[in-house]
């Protein structure tokens, strides 16, 4: 009987000590994943960083670089370097140049300036700057959603439009048929050169996807997973320890060496701005001309043309289409693998230029089909009246020499 009982206190004993153990193991574990989650949501802070918001507009036909070198300060954008598996050929046909505009207000309580790129085929990108941090600061990671919020709720068009207006006034001899488009192209660059201890490109994306996400759709609040993949598809790396997110409206940059991924996504902010640019062209013009479709052709004289304005405007607008796409094309080649080919195809899928470029040439299709209908339809007018000229002639002809 004293054994039983010994037993049973002994086993109750046994039950206690494994339960406090079991809840103790339990405990450790939960600090565990405490620690993790502490460490998955610890605070990044940035050292050295920039925003840089870019407006493109269309200003002119053309731009002679040699003029504008000569009439005011301005340098050409430094040629791309050599690094990152950048071939020595690959560079600007014709360098744009750097006009300084001045100085910007505050953002951060950090004062800004204002910077216009020239390009030769008649396009300006405003580029307006802004340093995160002074030295010796930081700006936290988690704090920059609520920035990039804040940035494209300033809205700052009005403000860069006066800007290409007054570049212009400022370049107007340089420009071949100046005037300031109604469209404009924006874009916002976040650059991140340090942060306050070394990440990996991999576990950033893996612990803050949510923050990125929020900073490239200007959001405050969190994002879908639907969303977050769609904002952070386009991803590329060179390096373990840097990485560029190209989203619509905006990129995010990691790296110290950012000034080329820069003028790269600057350069196809205005290439979108002039695919837009020449695709209202042509829809404006395409309305204006199916009016002259619909006209009937009265008997022309054979040395007259009735639409020789409209045939001679159908073939100029072809013709300064397919020029102005082609140099704008050409104002930078990046095809291969390289690593700037790369970042280019990246925003080129985001920006949909693909179909631009299609819905551009369908139209460029459409009106070479207007004006070889209304050559055809002069032509045959013409004919028609030579026809008859030759009639009368002959029938004046029997008439004189019946009565004869």
Do not use: C
Not at 125 to 150: E, Q, V
Not at 195 to 200: A, K, T
């Amino acid at each position: 009987m004293v054994f039983a009982t010994n037993g049973i206190a002994s086993l109750k004993r046994n039950a206690r000590l494994s339960k406090e153990t079991g809840t103790a193991k339990r405990k450790g574990a939960g600090n565990e994943a405490r620690v993790r989650a502490d460490a998955k949501h610890m605070t990044i802070q940035i050292r050295q960083g920039q925003v840089t918001v870019l407006f493109a507009f269309d200003i002119g036909f053309d731009v002679s670089m040699d003029k504008l070198s000569g009439m005011l300060s301005s340098v050409p954008v430094p040629p791309l370097t050599q690094k990152k598996q950048t071939p020595s050929y690959l560079q600007y046909a014709s360098p744009p140049r750097l006009v300084n505009l001045g100085s910007i207000d505050a953002l951060l309580s950090l004062p800004g300036n204002i910077q216009a790129t020239v390009f030769d085929f008649g396009a300006a990108s405003i580029a307006y700057r802004w340093p995160l941090t002074k030295p010796g600061d930081a700006f936290a990671l988690g704090d920059l959603p609520r920035l990039s919020h804040a940035l494209y709720a300033r809205n700052l068009e009005p403000h860069a439009r006066k800007q290409a207006q007054r570049l212009i006034e400022m370049i107007r001899p340089a420009i071949v048929r100046p005037d300031l488009s109604s469209l404009v192209e924006d874009y916002y660059l976040f650059v991140v050169e340090e942060f306050d201890q070394p990440w990996l490109a991999e576990t950033l994306l893996e612990q803050h996807r949510s923050t990125l996400a929020q900073v490239l759709r200007f959001e405050t609040q969190p994002l879908s997973v639907e969303q977050q993949e769609d904002a952070l598809a386009q991803r590329i790396a060179y390096f373990s320890n840097d990485l560029i997110l190209v989203d619509w409206n905006a990129a995010l940059i990691f790296d110290r060496d950012y000034w080329d991924a820069a003028n790269v996504l600057e350069l196809l902010n205005v290439e979108l701005l002039e695919a837009r640019y020449i695709d209202a062209e042509l829809d404006k013009k395409i309305r204006e001309y199916q009016g002259s479709l619909r006209k009937r052709t009265a008997w022309s004289l054979p040395f007259k043309t009735p639409y020789r304005k409209t045939i001679q405007e159908l073939a100029e607008l072809r013709i300064e289409s397919l020029v102005l796409a082609k140099r704008v094309e050409n104002a930078l080649k990046l095809i291969g693998d390289q690593y700037l080919a790369r970042i280019h195809n990246a925003a080129t899928t985001r920006f949909y230029l693909s179909d631009w470029e299609a819905a551009i040439s369908r139209k460029l299709d459409l009106i070479a089909n207007f004006y070889q209908l209304l050559t055809d339809r002069v032509r045959t007018a013409q004919s028609h009246t030579l026809e008859l000229i030759i009639i009368l002639l002959i029938l004046a002809e029997i008439l004189l020499a019946t009565f004869k």
